[in-house]
């Protein structure tokens, strides 16, 4: 899965020669090292994320793939991110995916990456709008169960449909939005990875098993129920999944941003 939506996120950000490359967020780096790869040995790229054990990791991944010149990760917050005073206003490119959705303030997030580019830079953010899900043939436990887990986001204060408000919030942290559009990654039977996007929504679902069952919309029997029945829906010869994340890139005005 984070192969084939590294492609189409490389795709959509359109990193270019040269380009200086801010990644909050970066998790484990494999798309972090993809796109300063994409940038060449002329540009630089920092990756920072929050998690001590994230950043370990990717360092470790960097040295076992021998591309740990490419990136340098560093540990921080994605609103108070650990730049230098010099590095602010100096990048080319900003950009975040699978973040602002587990954030309270994503705004904030958005207003920090358009800070850090020069006028003209891009920020270019990637997140998923929850309710766009579709199943079919229906499945109403897993509907039921994929409803639960939205209702985490909410309990946390964070936004499970930030997808659909890219452009707004590019807007509203001093950007000009330049476009917008969708990276598919459903799948159906038939397509070869389709088992590992089962396996993988299944493993999202189970990991966030304590988190579901505090929303008290269903019981552990429930849980565990939907979980069982879409491993086997996924068996079917027409099941299908239709699932997408939304992108959006603005660019940072030659005046500045706004306070707005």
């Known amino acids: 899965m984070n192969e084939r939506l590294n492609a189409a996120s490389l795709r959509e950000i359109g990193v270019r020669p040269g380009e200086r490359i801010l990644d909050v967020g970066s998790g484990l780096g494999q798309l972090t090292r993809s796109m300063a790869m994409a940038s060449g040995s002329r540009g630089k790229t920092v990756g920072i994320d929050a998690s001590p054990e994230q950043v370990e990791e990717a360092k470790r991944l960097a040295r076992a793939s021998r591309e740990e010149g490419w990136v340098e990760f560093r540990i921080g917050d994605a609103v108070h991110p650990p730049l230098r005073e010099e590095e602010w206003g100096t990048f080319d490119l900003a950009h975040a995916r699978f973040l602002l959705e587990h954030v309270p303030d994503p705004e904030a997030v958005v207003r920090t990456m358009v800070r850090a580019v020069k ?21 109403p436990g897993i509907e039921a169960l994929w409803r639960a887990y939205i209702q985490t986001y909410t309990r946390l204060g964070n936004d499970p449909h ?23 990654f459903g799948g159906c039977a038939g397509s070869p990875h389709f088992a590992g996007l089962v396996e993988n929504m299944s493993r999202v679902l189970e990991g966030a098993r ?13 849980l565990d129920g939907a979980i069982e029945a879409l491993r086997a829906w996924s ?11 939304g992108v959006a890139e603005g660019v940072r005005s030659q005046r500045g941003t706004h306070d707005g």
């Open 119 to 139: 006028p003209g830079g891009r920020i270019v953010i990637e997140d998923e709008d929850h309710d766009i899900l579709r199943l079919w043939p229906e499945l």
């Open 162 to 184: 930030v997808g659909k408000k890219l452009v707004e919030l590019l807007h509203r942290a001093g950007a000009e939005p330049a476009r917008n559009t969708w990276i598919f």
């Open 210 to 222: 304590q988190e579901i069952l505090a929303t008290e919309l269903l019981d552990g029997r429930a």
């Open 235 to 245: 068996k079917r010869p027409d099941a299908g999944i239709w699932y997408g994340m």
